[in-house]
């Protein structure tokens, strides 16, 4: 394990276990709050975790060449991750808009 010092190791694991509490924080919000479509995000945020993990594995095999398929996968999972986080923000927002008026105050205006 002689690719990275001991303080970028604690980088790398820090940040892997604070995405994982970051996963499960917004998880029990969403099931707190009742706005489930938080649940979007924590499903979203997975391929990123994977990401990171590859990247910590790959490391801690000293960057073997055999295991450099990680590095692919890791990419792949970055764009997959930055993708379904975006699309959970936007299914959030989605359904924190308020419903559309149902004419019933244009009708009460009418009587």
Known sequence: MHALSIPTWMVHI?????????IWFIWVFAGVT???AWRALSFGMLPSLISAMCACTWHFFDNAESLAWLV???AGM???GNTT???AGW??????????DSG???S????
């Open 91 to 100: 299914w959030i927002w989605r359904q924190a808009k308020p419903a559309p």
């Open 34 to 36: 009742g706005h489930t």
């Open 72 to 74: 692919t996968l890791q």
């Open 85 to 87: 986080a975006c699309l």
């Open 108 to 111: 009460l205006k009418g009587s």
């Open 78 to 80: 970055t764009v997959v």
């Open 14 to 22: 820090t940040s892997v276990v604070e995405w994982i509490a970051a």
């Open 104 to 106: 019933t105050e244009s």
